[in-house]
């Protein structure tokens, strides 16, 4: 049971904590072992995964996307070849892969079973899932199951960090440091102290963009909190006009463009820049987004006008330019 809000109607009063029982905060704190068990399957479904060389679309929806998103970059930097990542609903015809990475913690998000029931007649696909016995098992050429990271709360945390340590794992980073560093993190409290802020950003480069969008996301859904996020060097075009004293900018894994932090401090804006793994920077992200809406009475394993997986009545596809 979620506490009510406070009486005098103060969303920055801090009473309610991160250690209240809901689905969401066992997850979060279950992700070092899930990582440590994607690491391993890592290396059981190297066959499944994609080859050095391919030309390779990842693709997903929501937090899953912004995952792609993260692990496309990763791939092309490490050299491993050209890799894309999409919307499934944005995937765009007739442009041709060697492989296709679908992202789905359900197995039955509607825009990602519509593209491969499109593609798979002339694509290998692997689908990354959480539950083997979905309909996207009978659209794909292979399956790499996550079950020990599925999830009961609507917000994803664990599943797509799993999905990123087992992808990260694949390309050959080690993902020991990113365990001992969220353990360390979810053995401390949370800082709630920045929840009396209004405004959120999140600032990546590279590949860390994604994991950007993921922060801001997880802030979005869990609080329903004013959150942005851009590639750090962007967020010099037009954006910093709006930091202040009331917003919290948020460098993921804490790099960023020389002078930028400068910058934004200047402006009066809180700035978090901390010399992490972002896969546990972001464990960080989504303590504060959970406990800003636990600070506020809302129920951070049931966002409002929000549902597990997305399943359209109307499944048929949108024609595609």
Not at 40 to 62: D, F, I, M
Not at 137 to 156: G, P, R
Not at 161 to 185: F, N
Not at 275 to 290: E, F, H, Y
Request: glycine content about 8%; overall charge negative.
């Amino acid at each position: 049971m979620i506490p009510p809000g406070p009486p005098d109607g103060n969303e920055h009063a801090l009473e309610v904590s991160l250690t209240s029982t809901t689905h969401v905060h066992t997850e979060i704190n279950t992700q070092p072992d899930c990582w440590r068990r994607a690491a391993e399957l890592a290396l059981t479904s190297a066959t499944h995964l994609p080859r050095a060389g391919e030309r390779v679309a990842v693709v997903g929806c929501g937090t899953s996307w912004f995952m792609a998103q993260a692990y496309a970059t990763l791939r092309e930097h490490r050299g491993q070849g050209e890799t894309d990542a999409f919307a499934a609903s944005e995937f765009p015809a007739g442009r041709r892969y060697d492989r296709i990475v679908a992202i789905t913690r359900s197995g039955t998000t509607s825009e990602v079973l519509d593209l491969l029931r499109d593609t798979s007649p002339h694509t290998p696909a692997v689908a990354l899932t959480a539950d083997a016995a979905t309909p996207i098992a009978d659209l794909t050429s292979d399956l790499v199951v996550l079950d020990f990271a599925d999830e009961k709360s609507v917000v994803q945390t664990r599943f797509a960090t799993s999905v990123l340590a087992l992808l990260r794992s694949h390309l050959g980073d080690e993902i020991d440091t990113a365990r001992r560093q969220a353990e360390e993190i979810l053995a401390g409290p949370a800082d709630e102290t920045l929840t009396r802020h209004r405004r959120f950003v999140y600032l990546g480069q590279g590949w860390t963009v994604g994991l950007a969008h993921e922060g801001a996301l997880k802030m979005r859904e869990a609080s329903l909190a004013w959150a942005e996020s851009y590639p750090a060097m962007d967020y010099r075009h037009g954006p910093i006009s709006l930091a202040d004293s009331d917003g919290v900018v948020w460098f993921v894994g804490g790099s960023a463009p020389v002078g930028l932090i400068d910058e934004v401090r200047a402006t009066g804006a809180h700035v978090v820049a901390d010399r992490l793994d972002p896969l546990a920077d972001l464990v960080r992200a989504q303590r504060l987004a959970v406990a800003a809406g636990l600070a506020k009475g809302l129920d951070p394993d049931r966002p409002r006008n929000l549902n597990r997986s997305v399943v359209l009545e109307d499944t048929a596809p949108a024609p595609r330019p």
